[in-house]
T-cell receptor, first 114, second 111 residues
Framework: NAGVTQTPKFQVLKTGQSMTLQCAQDMNHNSMYWYRQDPGMGLRLIYYSASEGTTDKGEVPNGYNVSRLNKREFSLRLESAAPSQTSVYFC?????????????FGQGTRLTVV | LAKTTQPISMDSYEGQEVNITCSHNNIATNDYITWYQQFPSQGPRFIIQGYKTKVTNEVASLFIPADRKSSTLSLPRVSLSDTAVYYCLVGYSNSGYALNFGKGTSLLVTP
């Protein structure tokens, strides 16, 4: 039972390069989320997908795009990476039903943009 | 979404009970209160969730007064391994609403 799987775990990009962070969950959850975490800033929501086929902006969406490929997968794309996007990125999923047990997180992707 | 306020940091000794209070004055009728724990270099982990009164599980207790404008996470007899950041979230979080984490409370447990 893998839960939420993120790939890659580490990545170094040059300014201007593009890349896609992959996230997959095997819990049949409806909702999925992408966060970034910078030192001293807590977790900030980038985008989320309440259900398959829908995506919405979170607190810090600029410079990112997302795709909810299917119910299992939710990818985050950086079209032109900038040093300000150096961060740890977390993907999460939740059931979407009232009273369920909250969100499950992946182990994170540590991204450095030089 | 209801805004939450919690202390930036707390210190405790091993074996003590730790209570972390979160204020959420504009909580809505449908909102649940959820707490997460995050260790360094890991993603947050769900601890406990409640709607009103008291909820207890094997990890913690959550106390919610009748007006639901605040909640208190109680960790009994903490150990060094409870050193982590604790986040309080308020919202209809399991319907796909945006899960907005704040900066959380950094708990340091020392011998």
């Amino acid at each position: 039972n893998a839960g939420v799987t993120q790939t890659p775990k580490f990545q170094v990009l040059k300014t201007g390069q593009s890349m896609t962070l992959q996230c997959a969950q095997d819990m049949n959850h409806n909702s999925m989320y992408w966060y970034r975490q910078d030192p001293g800033m807590g977790l900030r929501l980038i985008y989320y997908s309440a259900s398959e086929g829908t995506t919405d902006k979170g607190e810090v969406p600029n410079g990112y795009n997302v795709s909810r490929l299917n119910k299992r997968e939710f990818s985050l794309r950086l079209e032109s990476a900038a040093p300000s996007q150096t961060s740890v990125y977390f993907c999460a999923s939740s059931q979407g039903d009232r009273g369920s047990v909250g969100a499950f997180f992946g182990q994170g992707t540590r991204l450095t943009v030089v | 979404l209801a805004k939450t306020t919690q202390p930036i940091s707390m210190d405790s000794y091993e074996g003590q009970e730790v209570n972390i209070t979160c204020s959420h004055n504009n909580i809505a009728t449908n909102d649940y209160i959820t707490w997460y724990q995050q260790f360094p270099s890991q993603g947050p982990r769900f601890i406990i969730q409640g709607y009103k009164t008291k909820v207890t599980n094997e990890v913690a207790s959550l106390f919610i007064p009748a007006d639901r404008k605040s909640s208190t996470l109680s960790l009994p007899r903490v150990s060094l391994s409870d050193t982590a950041v604790y986040y309080c979230l308020v919202g209809y979080s399991n319907s796909g609403y945006a899960l907005n984490f704040g900066k959380g409370t950094s708990l340091l447990v020392t011998p």
